[in-house]
Each structure stands twice: as structure tokens, then as C-alpha cells.
């Protein structure tokens, strides 16, 4: 079994920033791709970045230049910082992780979302 445990959100101001943080722990032999998603209110669930094991990183355009993912094996965190935020992306953001367990089976895993508000 593996959880999944979030910080990191809160209300920051437009052009602010905030640093997402997500912890895995379990029963982990290897985690793959650890990735971030957001769901803005009436919208659908879309990914903002990822990173893979070897390193290499995925961005939706919208966010390219502005939010960095990155992660830690040896604690298997995964941070996000975002900088230069707008409103339009207040959302709650999830963490995903596709995960290597003891069972030797893959699974994919979603932490519980951190609400993340930008507003004046």
C-alpha cells in the first residue's frame, strides 16, 4: 500500500508563488513517472507537469517558463514550484505517482489534492 501526502497550497497573490510538495511512502520498491494535476472548479483534470525516472520533465504549455517540477528519490518526493501564478489557475492540485510495489505490480497513485487559490 502506498499514500501519498500533499503541501504545499494556500492563497497567494497573482504573480506570486507557491512550492508544492508531495511525499510517497509505503510499500515502494521503485516509483516512475511522479507527475502534478490540477481540477479547476467546473473543469476537467488536466496534468501540469511531470517527470520521469531517468529525469526528463513534461509541462502543459500554459505553465512552461513559470513552474518547475522537480523530485528527490532518496526521500520519493515530488516538488512543484510555481511562480508568476494567475488566477485562472486556482485549482485543487493532485499529486500522481506511478509506483513499483512490493507486490511486484505497477500502480498508480493519487494524493488528495491541495487547494491552491490566486487572489487579491
Known amino acids: 500500500q502506498v499514500q501519498l501526502v500533499e503541501s504545499g497550497g494556500g492563497l497567494v497573490q497573482p504573480g506570486g508563488s507557491l512550492r508544492l510538495s508531495c511525499a510517497a511512502s509505503?510499500?515502494?520498491?521503485?516509483?516512475?513517472?511522479m507527475a502534478w494535476y490540477r481540477q479547476a472548479p467546473g473543469k476537467q483534470r488536466e496534468l501540469v507537469a511531470a517527470i520521469h525516472s531517468g529525469g526528463n520533465t513534461d509541462y502543459t504549455d500554459s505553465v512552461k517558463g513559470r513552474f518547475t517540477i522537480s523530485r528527490d528519490n532518496a526521500k520519493n518526493t515530488v516538488y512543484l514550484q510555481m511562480n508568476s501564478l494567475k488566477p485562472e489557475e486556482t485549482a485543487v492540485y493532485y499529486c500522481?505517482?506511478?509506483?513499483?510495489?512490493?507486490?511486484?505490480?505497477?500502480?498508480?497513485?493519487w494524493g488528495q489534492g491541495t487547494l491552491v487559490t490566486v487572489s487579491s
Open positions: 500522481n505517482v506511478d509506483v513499483l510495489t512490493t507486490t511486484l505490480r505497477n500502480h498508480e497513485v
Open positions: 509505503g510499500s515502494i520498491i521503485s516509483i516512475y513517472t
